[in-house]
């Protein structure tokens, strides 16, 4: 079984690292603390690894299921996935040295706004996984349980 309790504690905690980033750099002095850094890095973390526990363990087990539609459905949160991690890292390369942990910030309104932009992105496809991947994959395991 798929370990949804996983995946909505992952969720959470993007979520709330997400939060605590944006309220401590709006302010700039913040930006270079030890604490907003640890905090981006964590976020920086979790998010990869959240998108590859959806992409190996929900989209692997749609993608091997013999239904098309969601086959069709996997294959979209894949290349979605695939076009979040490379706008990811390309954020990650223009904002921050992740060798030594720390950002670089040379115009702060236009890190605050591809900051919002980059956060948004991952918190839109975590609620569309909520709302559509999830419920597939349940539906899955309900109808091999029930063969069982």
Not at 26 to 42: G, I, Y
């Amino acid at each position: 079984m798929t370990a949804f309790s996983k995946l909505h504690a992952q969720n959470h905690k993007i979520t709330e690292l997400s939060n605590v980033f944006l309220y401590l750099v709006q302010s700039r002095e913040m930006c270079d603390t030890e604490t907003a850094c640890d905090v981006f890095f964590e976020y920086s973390s979790k998010v990869r690894e959240h998108m590859e526990l959806v992409d190996r363990e929900l989209c692997g087990k749609l993608i091997s299921y013999p239904d098309q539609s969601m086959k069709n459905t996997a294959d979209r949160f894949l290349s979605g996935s695939t076009e979040i991690k490379r706008i990811f890292n390309d954020y990650l390369k223009e904002w921050c040295n992740e060798t030594h942990r720390h950002l670089t910030i040379r115009d702060h309104q236009e890190f605050l706004e591809e900051t919002e932009h980059m956060f948004r992105l991952v918190l839109d496809r975590i609620q569309r996984e909520t709302e559509h991947l999830y419920p597939l994959v349940r539906k899955i395991e309900e109808k091999d349980a029930a063969a069982a």
